[in-house]
């Protein structure tokens, strides 16, 4: 399997609401990535996980929570987010910590409307 | 110093043309350089990359190039074909440091045909 998986593919939530953003890899991959993508922008760093510690935090809000349970599986917590935040949101998986030549594998996101 | 240059924004090409894309760099402790493209709706794609130990690197119509006294590297896409519009982003890391991918703003590529 060299698919990072992530779930739902559309989301569509209120400024009150509480959701999460799953991804999930069954490489063996050890670092874990959480990025933010504007229309035509490149990938924007959120969260780095590095063996299931956050290792990296981009000076992300507060209503933004990461969290990996195990080695093959990331979430993405939200909470209390603005229009602003809407955006297609990339998982990515590398084998070692943060890139190490092998590239990253990254999921096909979470398109993300908030209202 | 940590930024990574890209041009052209965007790029349209004739089928069977030959796609050229250009990034620069300033940080030279970077030393991995991969190349991604990005399909509508899509998350980016690990096309090929290189290190700074190797001037040029092909795999099938797609060639990277890469300069390290100019502190240049380019994509060079042969033939060119529908198939290859896409956003192409390149990016840059620094291994030993483990710091993660810095992206370029990224070309959008139209082929036609």
């Known amino acids: 399997d060299t698919e990072v998986t992530q779930t739902p593919k559309h989301l569509v939530m209120g400024m009150t609401n509480k959701k999460s953003l799953k991804c999930e890899q069954h490489m063996g991959h050890r670092a874990m990535y959480w990025y933010k993508q504007k229309a035509k922008k490149p990938p924007e760093l959120m969260f780095v996980y590095s063996y299931e510690k956050l290792s990296i935090n981009e000076s992300v809000p507060s209503r933004f929570s990461p969290e990996c349970p195990n080695s093959s599986l990331l979430n993405l917590h939200l909470h209390a987010l603005q229009p602003e935040d809407s955006a297609l949101y990339l998982c990515a998986s590398s084998p070692r910590r943060q890139g190490v030549g092998y590239g990253y594998t990254f999921g096909s996101g979470t398109r993300l409307t908030v209202v | 110093q940590q930024q990574v240059k890209q041009s052209p924004q965007s790029l349209i090409v004739q089928k069977g043309g030959i796609s050229i894309i250009n990034c620069a760099y300033e940080n030279t402790a970077f030393d991995y350089f991969p190349w991604y493209q990005q399909f509508p709706g899509k998350g980016p794609a690990l096309l090929i990359a290189?290190?700074?130990?190797?001037s040029e690197k092909k795999e099938g119509r797609f060639t990277i190039s890469f300069n390290k006294s100019a502190k240049q590297f380019s994509l060079h896409i042969m033939d060119s074909q529908p198939g290859d519009s896409a956003t192409y982003f390149c990016?840059?890391?620094?291994?030993?440091?483990?710091?993660?991918?810095?992206f370029g703003k990224g070309t959008t590529l139209s082929v036609s045909s």
């Open positions: 990016a840059a890391s620094w291994e030993q440091a483990g710091t993660a991918l810095i």
């Open positions: 290189i290190r700074p130990d190797v």
